[in-house]
């Protein structure tokens, strides 16, 4: 790359819009090589017990790099501020709103979105959850135009990424989002250049990923030991999978599987005390609750639950659901 080439990127104008921290990487590799004119994100909100209004993580680096960003409730809202910033580029990844035509067709390079699946796979705005949740052995992240369609358009590039069986959520949110960074960066000259590839997706392939609702937390013990190991994973570390006991509710972060079978047991019945936790009857066998947050309380070893309940023999047999 020669220093004409440099310039002329320096001067290409990027909008970019995200919001969570999986986002962050991705704008800064952009801030570090390109021209980020503009930024759009989600508006702050309130969090924790207290209420304390917090910016967006992408946010924070706008703050940073001394960029200008607006956070409208609807993108519809800003439509006027994003023509006037007149960018060539817009870059979207985990923003959390649907672009309208209108701002699709504004940049003469297109809209981009930088999505955590290997599209067709797992379209929709949990595919990282979605990904371990069903079991799936390898995800990535796909280079895509946007179109009207959520997460429908043409392909420009991908990348594998292997899902390992200790992976979680949360370890695999941090492999994909240095992954995105970097496929990106290697991406864009193409696009700028007209290049590119553009692969339409193959619809028959299509599955999706929704955003995670409050029952796909909650445990069915009725369920295999393979799928309740796959959604607690899927789910750790947020927003947590769950389960009741006497009445509570009990995050449940970790959890092994047994080779024990109970046949006798009922699906959600506690089947014994073990070194590494709490052992529970499913359909096909056993799993054994190795870190469990009970409610009001801080995460902790499932043997020290044990440990400190009341009268622990009245566990056993205990019907967890």
């Given at each position: 790359?020669?220093?004409?080439?440099?310039?002329?990127?320096?001067?290409?104008?990027?909008v970019?819009?995200?919001?969570?921290?999986?986002?962050?990487?991705?704008?800064e590799?952009?801030?570090?090589?390109?021209?980020?004119?503009g930024?759009?994100?989600?508006?702050?909100?309130?969090?924790?017990?207290?209420?304390?209004?917090?910016p967006?993580?992408?946010?924070?680096?706008?703050?940073?790099?001394?960029?200008?960003?607006?956070?409208p409730?609807?993108?519809?809202?800003?439509?006027?501020?994003?023509?006037?910033?007149k960018?060539?580029?817009?870059?979207?990844?985990?923003y959390?709103?649907?672009?309208?035509?209108?701002?699709?067709?504004?940049?003469?390079?297109?809209?981009?979105?930088?999505?955590?699946?290997?599209?067709?796979?797992?379209?929709?705005?949990?595919?990282?959850h979605?990904?371990?949740?069903?079991?799936?052995?390898?995800?990535?992240?796909t280079?895509?135009?946007?179109?009207?369609?959520?997460?429908?358009?043409?392909?420009?590039?991908?990348?594998?990424?292997e899902?390992?069986?200790?992976?979680?959520?949360?370890?695999?949110?941090?492999?994909l989002?240095?992954?995105?960074?970097?496929?990106?960066?290697?991406?864009?000259?193409?696009?700028i250049?007209?290049?590119?590839?553009?692969?339409?997706q193959?619809?028959?392939?299509?599955?999706?990923?929704?955003?995670?609702?409050?029952?796909?937390?909650?445990?069915?013990?009725?369920?295999?030991?393979?799928?309740?190991?796959?959604q607690?994973r899927?789910?750790?570390?947020?927003?947590?999978?769950?389960?009741?006991?006497?009445?509570?509710?009990?995050?449940?972060?970790?959890?092994?599987?047994?080779?024990?079978?109970?046949?006798?047991?009922?699906?959600?019945q506690?089947?014994?005390?073990?070194?590494e936790?709490l052992?529970?009857?499913?359909?096909?066998?056993?799993?054994?609750?190795?870190?469990?947050?009970?409610?009001?309380?801080?995460?902790?070893k499932?043997?020290?639950?044990?440990?400190?309940?009341?009268?622990?023999?009245?566990?056993?047999?205990?019907?967890?659901?």
């Amino acid at each position: 790359m020669n220093v004409e080439d440099i310039h002329v990127e320096k001067e290409l104008r990027i909008v970019f819009m995200g919001t969570p921290d999986f986002a962050v990487p991705v704008l800064e590799g952009l801030i570090e090589n390109y021209n980020v004119k503009g930024i759009v994100t989600q508006p702050d909100r309130k969090v924790g017990r207290k209420g304390t209004l917090s910016p967006t993580p992408i946010k924070e680096v706008a703050l940073k790099h001394r960029i200008l960003v607006i956070q409208p409730e609807k993108i519809k809202e800003a439509e006027e501020e994003i023509y006037a910033w007149k960018p060539d580029l817009i870059v979207t990844c985990a923003y959390g709103q649907i672009l309208p035509v209108t701002l699709l067709q504004l940049p003469r390079l297109g809209c981009i979105n930088v999505h955590a699946s290997l599209l067709p796979k797992l379209r929709g705005g949990a595919p990282i959850h979605g990904a371990i949740i069903k079991g799936h052995r390898k995800t990535g992240m796909t280079i895509m135009y946007m179109s009207k369609a959520m997460d429908a358009g043409d392909i420009i590039s991908q990348r594998e990424v292997e899902i390992t069986e200790e992976d979680t959520a949360s370890t695999l949110h941090d492999k994909l989002s240095i992954v995105g960074r970097d496929l990106l960066l290697e991406t864009l000259p193409s696009i700028i250049e007209g290049t590119n590839p553009r692969t339409k997706q193959d619809t028959s392939e299509v599955t999706y990923a929704f955003n995670i609702k409050r029952e796909d937390e909650r445990i069915d013990f009725s369920k295999t030991k393979r799928e309740i190991y796959n959604q607690v994973r899927g789910l750790n570390s947020w927003p947590g999978a769950y389960c009741v006991l006497d009445g509570k509710i009990v995050k449940v972060w970790e959890v092994l599987i047994s080779t024990n079978y109970f046949p006798e047991k009922f699906d959600g019945q506690i089947t014994g005390f073990y070194k590494e936790g709490l052992g529970v009857k499913v359909s096909n066998g056993e799993i054994i609750l190795k870190e469990i947050q009970p409610e009001g309380k801080g995460k902790m070893k499932a043997v020290d639950f044990i440990n400190g309940y009341h009268q622990k023999e009245e566990l056993l047999g205990k019907v967890i659901d």
